[in-house]
């Protein structure tokens, strides 16, 4: 509520030209702990022209992804070249107040990557494998591979404005969700045109155990992997002495 107040503050007028949209996040610095299962974002503000329409895009940090197809040689069924694509979104959340392609252009939608198809069209390779590759496949395979693990979150109903003016719409991020700096862009739509655009920060970080467990793993990859293989034969010895003396 604070945050709104803020919010209202800020857009009433003073002599010059209100903002077109201003916009604010919940919790800008989500901490993930040993027993984080997920946690929820909502994203409020409001836009300046009455009965505008909204563009809620909420943008995880890039990464690089991996991607290798079954192939059939000599009978077996065995992994392919790989196709490594960079800067893929470790999260993607959209939102709208109506369909974004009744909203915007093809061509405003790619450019500004709104949307599935101009997310998965924005995927470029980081370098063409010598196997011929239908690349618009390999593309929705690793869109496809996203939403599998709950990392894309287009929601179906439209963002109401209340007022026409102010608009509020919440996204879940779930327990698997990226560590790094997100981006919360929204967009003021009118007449099929983008008349503004805000961008916020929003941070996941982990804390306390989960990040020095992180960073152990990240920078004595050895001695964490001992360690794993060292607790993995002492809960199995301990499971096998509990059953043997039952």
Same mark, same amino acid.
Request: glycine fraction near 10%.
């Given at each position: 509520?604070?945050?709104?107040?803020?919010?209202?503050?800020?857009?009433?007028?003073?002599?010059?030209?209100?903002?077109? @949209?201003?916009?604010?996040?919940?919790?800008?610095?989500?901490?993930?702990?040993?027993?984080?299962?997920?946690?929820?974002?909502?994203? /409020?503000?409001?836009?300046?022209?009455?009965?505008?329409?909204?563009?809620?895009?909420?943008?995880?940090?890039?990464?690089?992804?991996?991607?290798?197809?079954?192939?059939?040689?000599?009978?077996?069924?065995?992994?392919?070249?790989?196709?490594?694509?960079?800067?893929?979104?470790? /999260?993607?959340?959209?939102?709208?107040?109506?369909?974004?392609?009744?909203?915007?252009?093809?061509?405003?939608?790619?450019?500004?990557?709104?949307?599935?198809?101009?997310?998965?069209?924005?995927?470029?390779?980081?370098?063409?494998?010598?196997?011929?590759?239908?690349?618009?496949?390999?593309?929705?395979?690793?869109?496809?591979?996203?939403?599998?693990?709950?990392?894309?979150?287009?929601?179906?109903?439209?963002?109401?404005?209340?007022?026409?003016?102010? /608009?509020?719409?919440? $996204?879940?991020?779930?327990?698997? @969700?990226?560590?790094?700096? $997100?981006?919360?862009?929204? $967009?003021?739509?009118?007449?099929?045109?983008?008349?503004?655009?805000?961008?916020?920060?929003?941070?996941?970080?982990?804390?306390?155990?989960?990040?020095?467990?992180?960073?152990?793993?990240?920078?004595?990859? &050895?001695?964490?992997?001992?360690?794993?293989?060292?607790?993995?034969?002492?809960?199995?010895?301990?499971? $096998? &002495?509990? /059953?043997?003396?039952?």
């Amino acid at each position: 509520m604070k945050r709104l107040l803020i919010l209202l503050l800020l857009w009433l007028p003073t002599g010059a030209r209100a903002q077109a @949209v201003l916009a604010d996040v919940t919790h800008p610095l989500v901490a993930i702990t040993t027993g984080f299962s997920g946690t929820e974002i909502t994203v /409020f503000g409001m836009v300046d022209e009455y009965n505008s329409d909204v563009i809620v895009m909420l943008r995880g940090p890039g990464q690089t992804l991996g991607l290798r197809r079954k192939e059939r040689n000599f009978g077996l069924w065995l992994n392919g070249a790989e196709q490594r694509f960079s800067q893929v979104p470790g /999260f993607y959340g959209l939102a709208a107040s109506k369909p974004v392609t009744s909203l915007l252009s093809l061509e405003d939608l790619n450019q500004n990557r709104i949307g599935l198809t101009a997310l998965q069209n924005s995927l470029e390779p980081v370098r063409a494998t010598d196997a011929p590759r239908d690349l618009d496949s390999d593309r929705a395979a690793v869109i496809g591979e996203l939403a599998k693990r709950g990392l894309i979150v287009q929601k179906n109903e439209p963002i109401r404005l209340l007022g026409g003016r102010l /608009f509020k719409v919440s $996204f879940a991020l779930p327990s698997n @969700v990226p560590v790094g700096p $997100f981006q919360v862009t929204v $967009f003021a739509v009118k007449d099929r045109q983008v008349i503004g655009a805000l961008t916020t920060p929003l941070i996941t970080s982990q804390i306390g155990l989960a990040a020095d467990v992180h960073d152990w793993a990240y920078s004595l990859p &050895w001695a964490y992997a001992l360690a794993s293989l060292g607790l993995a034969v002492l809960m199995g010895g301990l499971g $096998f &002495w509990a /059953f043997r003396n039952r």
